[in-house]
């Protein structure tokens, strides 16, 4: 039972550089620079008892402790790769639990972080729509992962980093938790955060109009739009919530974002289903609604398509697209001068690959005992 006369801690992982230096000044009656100090012992040197933060007077560090914590996720699981990614299972409050993954690669290392615990939108390919919706997370939940995988990693930020980009692309709709996503978001761009580049924070959505355009007025950072069908038919089949938001009105959205960001490209995210959105046709549809939108925003390579060779999960009905058809559907993107990747598929034997991420929200007595035996440290197969 807690103390009903002990004063509530704020968790500093939920509060913004803004959020920070209010509570400093407002909260604790400190000059804002102090603020600033405690961001970088935090998200810089990854210390969390106050009274290791040594710059900081004795008087003030035992005013933080009355009124203020620091407290990260848990590491329920931390599960390397062979191929350098990195995945860790995190527990948030005693009964949930969320996944990032790390993935290294040429130069740059990207953390994938989720935004929800479970999914409300029911695309049917993606493993963690199978488990439903459970809550958002808090700011400190999202920022909590990158700080789990920067300490890990030993991340410096502004020298030879190894946490340079984050995609939120794990768990969840980003946009449906708008408030905690931006804040969160706003602390890895921070020089006393993570310092990342504006271009190197990118928000991945199932096409959520209207807040596209709140994140265009309200946020910098980069967007990426799963689009995954080039017409409205196989798009409502594919992502439901294409009938709220049909592709015109989504891509119109885009249009005003880029303009909105001038130089800035979007990416366009598309799943390659074997013989579900695989075929020539599909590949010349799409080129059409790209330079439809190339046309509007009239800069070069505002549209980047990004082709994500399905990751199979249990139980799914679909397939992943041949590797020839795969590179055929991507030229006839390129001969219609539309900048097209495809996304390499990584971190296989840990399932850390995109769509893959679970948590632990399938169904609540299951997700009780997995999360009883992870806390009791028992290995994966125990469950079974
Ligand atoms: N809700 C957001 C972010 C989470 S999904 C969104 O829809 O963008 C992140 C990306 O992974 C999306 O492009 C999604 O469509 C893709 N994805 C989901 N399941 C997948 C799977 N099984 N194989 C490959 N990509 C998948």
Redesign the pocket.
């Known amino acids: 039972m807690s103390d009903p006369a002990a004063p509530t801690r704020i968790n500093l992982l939920d509060l913004d550089r803004v959020g920070m230096e209010n509570f400093f000044e407002h909260t604790l009656g400190e000059k804002r620079f102090r603020a600033h100090q405690v961001m970088k012992w935090i998200y810089h040197r990854y210390v969390t008892a106050f009274e290791d933060m040594t710059d900081l007077g004795k008087v003030l560090r035992e005013k933080l402790a009355q009124h203020a914590e620091v407290v990260p996720p848990n590491i329920l699981l931390d599960k390397p790769s062979s191929d350098g990614t990195h995945k860790w299972l995190l527990g948030m409050d005693g009964k949930n639990a969320i996944e990032a993954v790390y993935i290294p690669d040429k130069g740059r290392g990207t953390l994938c972080v989720s935004s929800q615990v479970g999914?409300g939108?029911n695309?049917q390919?993606?493993?963690t729509a199978t488990q439903g919706f459970n809550r958002n997370l808090s700011s400190a939940e999202i920022i909590g992962q990158c700080w789990v995988a920067a300490r890990h990693l030993g991340n410096v930020p502004h020298h030879q980093r190894r946490l340079t980009n984050v995609v939120?692309?794990g768990m969840?709709?980003?946009l449906l938790n708008f408030d905690n996503v931006v804040r969160a978001m706003s602390v890895m761009r921070d020089d006393n955060g993570f310092g990342l580049a504006n271009k190197r924070v990118t928000l991945?959505?199932?096409g959520l109009v209207p807040m596209i355009d709140r994140l265009a007025e309200e946020s910098d950072v980069s967007l990426?739009v799963?689009l995954?069908a080039p017409n409205d038919e196989l798009r409502t089949e594919l992502v439901p919530l294409n009938k709220k938001y049909p592709i015109a009105e989504l891509m119109a959205s885009c249009v005003r974002y880029a303009l909105r960001k001038k130089r800035q490209s979007i990416t366009f995210?598309y799943?390659l289903m074997k013989g579900v959105n695989d075929q020539p046709e599909h590949a010349r549809q799409l080129a059409k609604v790209m330079r439809k939108f190339s046309n509007a925003v009239q800069y070069a390579d505002a549209a980047k398509v990004n082709l994500?060779p399905?990751?199979p999960?249990p139980g799914t009905r679909f397939e992943r697209t041949e590797e020839s058809e795969v590179r055929a559907f991507q030229k006839i993107l390129l001969d219609a001068q539309v900048l097209t990747m495809v996304r390499r598929t990584r971190g296989d034997d840990i399932d850390a690959a995109?769509?893959?991420l679970k948590g632990q929200v399938v169904d609540r007595t299951r997700r009780q005992a997995d999360f009883k035996r992870l806390q009791n440290g028992l290995p994966d197969h125990a469950a079974a």
């Open positions: 999914c939108l695309c390919f993606c493993s939120m692309m969840g709709e980003p991945s959505t199932a990426a799963s995954h995210e799943t994500i399905f990751n999960f995109c769509g893959q």
